[in-house]
């Protein structure tokens, strides 16, 4: 009798489960999707043969033959990588992450406050599994198996098939199985570029190799920053480049130095400045009290309180008569005389004289804006790439040229001028737009409608 019910008991569960193993559908190869008419059920798209499916708002995965691999249980699933997902519940509203493989199985246990998703899980290369809690890392392989211990502050990426780990203040390298390979005795350590990483040793930075051995010395005062062979650092409170074996390229002696910016590089010597090249030789001598980053082939500089510019020679080219000087752009830059504004051109000639308070932007269809105080604020016009000004200063704003006109305003009233300088177009309108194709948007007062570029209204 025992037996006869124990046979009704398990074919009574063994066909529930198979009647739950499956969900009638098909799947589209296209689209990537699996279509049902179970309305109960919502499919999201796969990824590689496996799709979370949502019922009674919980979540599941199935494959592409419809098979349920999971059953619906977690408040979230995420996407497959490397056979592992990760999943979430909510323990009275506060999420648990854990991992489950292509089974179904938990391989890791949903009792993490966090875990890496997808898309980190992509970032840091490795088939570790990174899980935390309270701010303390631990690492699981992708059979379950516990491989470093929940003490960690901080578990980096992979690079060069090694991760920094933090404990304790410390810093280490662990390898793709989770050992330290290189101890943690480092107060901090990057990542891994080709064979070398700098680490930092009691204010001290130097560089290792994968197997943590020195390959320059734990000595300089900052990071050892690398533009192609040259490493940027301080000794002795003085800036130099040393190659990636530590043998000096440039001396210590320097106060200051730049980036490099079209192969130079600015350098600062007993408080004046000048530049090097990427070999480290001095190809513009310290004598500038400023310097800026060179521009296609061009620097502004200063020497006293008055600035101009030079090329990448030294040759002066902009004379030092001005104020103030800008970077070039599209051949030209700003220059400042007797507190005005005005522009050179590339080979230092003035090209506008510094008549203006105010010049805006760059040149636009062959047109500026610039501006001149008047009795009472700026007023606006255009000048010409020669300098001239077709537009007098006579508006109280303006816009720039667009389809050979630009919008210029009077009072509360727009208008447009044509590039002679003439006012094609009264300032009359509330709000007008740019011409594009010979047309342009306007307001008069509560109606709007559009202008041609002699100012009639089109149907």
Known sequence: ????????????????????????????????????????????????????????NKYGVIDTSGNIICEPKYEEVGPFLDEVARV???????????????????????????????????FRFSDLLVVGNANKYACYDKTGKLVLPMEYSNIGNYSNKL?????????????????????????????????SAGVKKADKWGVIDTLGNEIIPIRYETDIIYTGGMGLTRLGGKYGFIDKTGKI???????????????????????????????????????????????????SVKKGTLWGHINKHGNIITPFEYESTGDFYNGYSSVK?????????STGRLIVPCDYDGIE??????????????DIGRKKGFINRLGKEVVPCVYDDAKSFSDGLAAVK???????????GKEVIPCIYNEVGKFINGKTNVRLKNESFELDKEGNILK
């Not at 203040?169 to 080709?194: C, H, Q, R, S, V």
């Not at 009077?410 to 002679?420: L, Q, R, S, Y």
């Open 1 to 56: 009798m025992i037996n006869k019910f124990c046979l009704l008991l398990y074919l009574f569960f063994a066909y529930n489960a198979s009647a739950q193993s499956r969900i009638d559908g098909t799947y589209n190869t296209q689209t990537k999707t699996f279509e049902t008419e179970d309305k109960t059920i919502r499919i999201k798209n796969f990824r590689d043969a496996f799709a979370p499916y949502e019922k009674n």
């Open 88 to 122: 979430m519940i909510l323990d009275e509203w506060k999420p648990l992450y854990g991992f489950i493989d292509t089974k179904g199985k938990e391989i890791v246990p949903t009792k993490f406050e966090d875990a890496d998703d997808f898309y980190y899980r992509s």
């Open 163 to 195: 991760a920094t780990v933090l404990r304790d203040g410390k810093w280490g390298y662990i390898n793709k199985k989770g050992e330290i390979t290189i101890p943690l005795m480092y107060d901090f350590a990057k990542d891994f570029a080709g064979n």
């Open 249 to 299: 390229i440039l001396p210590f002696i320097y106060d200051g130095i730049g980036f490099f910016k079209e192969d130079l590089a600015r350098v600062t010597l007993n408080g004046k400045q000048g530049y090097i090249n990427v070999r480290g030789e001095i190809i513009i001598p310290c004598e500038f009290d400023w310097a800026g980053n060179f521009t296609n082939g061009l620097v």
């Open 337 to 345: 005389k007797n507190g005005k504004f005005g522009k050179v051109d």
């Open 361 to 374: 932007g760059y040149y636009i269809e062959g047109f500026m804006i610039v501006s001149k105080k008047g």
């Open 410 to 420: 009077k009072g509360i009233a727009w208008g447009f001028v044509n590039n002679e």
